[in-house]
């Protein structure tokens, strides 16, 4: 340990060159399309004028702030946009897990790529496809989903005009959209297992189910919860579009989040500060998540993003 | 690097067009009296444009419209089209500083929000070098209202004459009518027997297609006397919100009828055009509220099976007693045209605009070039035949795209349409509401439509959705009244009837 120090900060830099530069596009990256913006949020703080600009725009305070906590639409907003990404959370997060856990006891590794490259394929459909779908799969009247369900002898289900099932439909379409991609950090996970685990414990007499919890789980554990701790820190993002698109004003009392009445009442209008400020504070919101989750974890199960 | 380009480029713009200002102001003094004069100018001036692009007739560089305004007026664009999210483009260019000298606005709120802070040029300014536009406005006392900024100030150029092309009105599948010897219904219960008449022929089908949330009841409306939002009566000459009327009330109920007996689609508030479409081209709708220009276009999606299928102009039905046969009228365009105020050159652009609105202009921007798009036979004029309809015409010439024009003559086009739509074209300005008008808001007023309105607007949504799909008895209408009033609704109507008053003291100034 004593290299370090006499090396210069120069010399350092000098030795690592290479690295550096390899670095930098990220580092770049990063400061200008993530660290620079963030003065953009002074905005949510000020009357903001387009043509004026930042530099020249009234300030206003927390008027914006106080707007959306004022608003009648900002406890049903906000409980609609947390029960949903909570649902999307105990739904959708152990999904990709479990699909790669199945992927991973496919021995044929052609079947294998096969069930991989299909189930990840929806990750590249526009939104606006999946609402298209979903809509003509739920019609009451020629759509599958209604057809199954009369085949069976039930009622059918005017599912996009319910407000009770409009949480269900958006998280299910969603896992479809993403549980492909989703599996793949898993994937990656899951080869770093030493093979040698298996073979003992298959010397054990360990059966496959035996093996996937004592071996397996474990083994990617880590990667588990580091993405569950960045899920729940997503919890109050939830994009606008599909919400938008599946939504009808029958269902608004589940279907209106967030991001939808700041489209409305910020976007459509012009209103960027007021935007500006409801999205400042869904990110305080995510960032008390993120810290807490993360505090927890480490507590819990020792391992945690920092 | 590209950044300095742009500036050289710039910096040798705008000298080219200080020199053509000059070459055009001794020609004025030159000239003097010749207020039509369409010369701007001897030296071409290139000047940039940002215009809405349509998917259906996309911007092309070589169409021939441009051609002949540059030999007309020597100015020439450099377009900038924009296909999708119109606003955000806008906005970019309004907060980058960056503007082009002349771009399409996409609401007279947006153009009055932007102008009032100086990224515009108020044209009341210089009504004095646009004397064509001046007396367009004379004349059309209506756009005049419909285009002021809420401090009597104009930032925002009108266009005039495609509105008509987007009429609503009720249609029906004459062709199935005739062999069911049926005839089309002109009252809310004759749409009922009617309906369930066609229901039995064709149990499959869901009569009347109506689509995308709510806004089926919009066109509706005029036929219960009553509107589907805030509203100027000009009968009372008052101010009203249409949701909470007893005539309202009345509609929501037919609608309700509709749907439960299976005469609407049941998901018709998630249905979009694609289902929309669907339903009347499988012959499982047959009367249907939407544009008028359906009336031509759909058949055209059927192309050669479209032997059969014909829609035709239905008269709208009447609900109650003091109900009018008439379709929702909407009035200009929300589109229009703005002036940066950082343009080099506003004096030839301001021209340029003026000579749009001259009869000249109209007629070029209108007609185009005689041999090139249109010959005249027996002093009569005809659009070349390879323009095979309006949209054809469009999609070759650039001619009534966002853009090439302000105002056109819509009549020149009436020989594009079938036979059928030209009668219908014929009765339709007979059974239209006269125009709400368009007012001009302050960044104060605007909150409160922002904040309150908003509110109010998802709270009736919701719950007329819930009327309609049964989720909610009807003997729940007061208490619904009650709750959206408690929301704010006079709150909202006093800025509508302030912004009114202005606008009408700022028309009465004006005179």
Redesign the interface.
Same mark, same amino acid.
């Given at each position: 340990m004593q290299a370090p120090k006499e090396m210069s900060f120069m010399g350092r830099v000098k030795r690592d060159r290479y690295l550096l530069i390899l670095l930098l596009p990220c580092a770049l990256y990063y400061l200008i399309f993530k660290y620079v913006p963030i003065f953009g949020i002074s905005i949510a703080f000020m009357d903001y004028n387009l043509f004026k600009g930042i530099t020249e725009s009234d300030w206003v305070g927390f008027k914006y702030f106080n707007m959306f906590f004022n608003t009648p639409d900002f406890w049903p907003v906000l409980r609609n946009t947390f029960l949903l990404g909570l649902y999307k959370l105990i739904f959708g997060f152990p999904a990709p897990i479990i699909l790669a856990l199945l992927i991973n006891e496919v021995s044929k590794s052609f079947l294998k790529r096969f069930v991989q490259t299909v189930s990840y394929l929806p990750h590249f459909i526009s939104n606006v496809v999946v609402a298209g779908i979903a809509v003509m799969f739920l019609s009451p009247t020629g759509g599958l989903i209604n057809q199954m369900i009369s085949a069976v002898g039930l009622d059918k289900i005017n599912f996009l005009v319910e407000s009770s099932w409009f949480r269900t439909i958006y998280i299910s379409s969603d896992i479809w959209q993403h549980i492909g991609w989703g599996t793949i950090i898993f994937l990656a996970a899951l080869t770093a297992i030493d093979p040698q685990l298996y073979e003992a414990a298959r010397m054990d007499g360990a059966n496959r189910w035996k093996q996937t919890l004592n071996i397996t789980l474990p083994g990617i554990a880590p990667a588990i919860v580091i993405i569950l701790i960045l899920d729940i820190g997503k919890i109050l993002e939830i994009g606008f579009e599909k919400v938008y698109l599946l939504a009808t004003p029958a269902t608004y009392e589940t279907a209106d989040i967030i991001s939808t009445y700041v489209y409305r009442v910020g976007l459509t209008q012009g209103n960027y500060s007021y935007a500006t400020a409801i999205d400042l504070f869904t990110g305080i919101i995510s960032f008390i998540f993120i810290i807490g989750a993360n505090y927890i974890s480490r507590r819990v199960s020792g391992s945690s993003i920092w | 690097m590209s950044i300095w380009n742009r500036k050289l480029g710039k910096a040798a713009l705008a000298a080219l067009l200080t020199g053509s200002l000059l070459s055009g102001c001794a020609k004025d003094g030159a000239g003097e009296g010749g207020s039509e004069s369409v010369d701007l100018g001897t030296k071409e001036v290139t000047l940039e444009m940002m215009t809405f692009s349509h998917t259906n007739w996309p911007y092309k560089e070589n169409w021939p419209i441009y051609k002949f305004l540059k030999e007309e007026t020597g100015v020439s664009f450099k377009v900038q089209p924009v296909m999708s999210d119109y606003?955000t483009t806008m #906005?970019l260019a =309004?907060?980058s500083?960056e503007m082009p000298d002349l771009m399409m606005v996409n609401s007279l709120? /947006?153009a009055n929000?932007?102008g009032s802070? &100086?990224?515009f040029v108020d044209f009341f300014e210089h009504l004095d070098k646009m004397p064509n536009y001046k007396k367009f406005l004379d004349d059309h006392s209506d756009v005049k209202g419909a285009i002021l900024s809420p401090e009597g100030k104009n930032y925002f150029l009108p266009l005039y004459g495609l509105e008509q092309q987007s009429r609503r009105s009720w249609l029906y599948r004459d062709d199935i009518f005739k062999k069911h010897d049926l005839t089309p219904p002109t009252t809310y219960d004759e749409l009922y027997t009617t309906a369930k008449k066609l229901k039995e022929l064709y149990p499959d089908s869901?009569p009347i297609a109506v689509f995308n949330? %709510?806004s089926p009841l919009i066109n509706m409306s005029p036929g219960f006397n009553t509107h589907s939002s805030y509203y100027f009566d000009y009968d009372t000459e008052e101010w009203r919100y249409g949701p909470t009327e007893d005539n309202y009330k009345v509609m929501v109920e037919y609608m309700n009828k509709f749907y439960t007996e299976g005469l609407v /689609?049941?998901?018709f *508030? /998630?249905?979009?055009r694609?289902?929309f479409n669907d339903l009347l081209l499988q012959n499982k709708a047959f009367i249907a509220s939407d544009y008028i220009g359906i009336m031509d276009e759909l058949p055209l999606v059927l192309g050669d099976n479209a032997s059969e299928f014909s829609l035709d102009y239905m008269v709208p039905p009447v609900g109650t007693p003091d109900g009018k046969s008439q379709n929702v009228f909407a009035g200009l365009q929300g589109d229009g045209f703005a002036v940066a105020s950082t343009t080099k050159d506003q004096e030839t652009l301001l021209k340029y605009l003026d000579f749009l609105y001259s009869p000249e202009g109209i007629e070029l921007a209108t007609w185009g070039k005689e041999g090139e798009t249109f010959t005249t036979e027996n002093g009569e004029r005809k659009f070349n035949a390879e323009y095979k309809e309006f949209g054809d015409l469009r999609t070759k010439t650039g001619i009534a795209t966002i853009g090439a024009h302000t105002v056109l003559d819509m009549t020149a086009f009436e020989s594009m349409y079938s036979p059928k739509m030209q009668e219908a074209m014929k009765i339709a300005p007979d059974h239209e509401t006269k125009a709400q008008p368009r007012l001009a808001f302050t960044?104060e007023e #605007?909150?409160v439509? &922002? *904040?309150v309105g908003?509110?109010v607007k998802?709270y009736h949504?919701?719950q =007329? /959705?819930?009327f309609i799909?049964g989720?909610k008895k009807m003997d729940e209408w007061d208490a619904y009244v009650k709750e959206v009033n408690k %929301?704010g609704v006079q709150q909202v109507l006093d800025v509508y009837k302030a912004a009114y008053e202005r606008n009408q003291s700022f028309l009465n100034e004006g005179k």
């Open positions: - | 606003t #906005n =309004i907060s500083g709120n /947006a929000t932007h802070s &100086g990224a869901f949330g %709510l /689609a049941p998901d *508030m /998630a249905h979009k694609k289902q960044n #605007n909150e439509l &922002g *904040m908003e509110t998802k949504e919701e =007329i /959705a819930k799909l989720q %929301l």
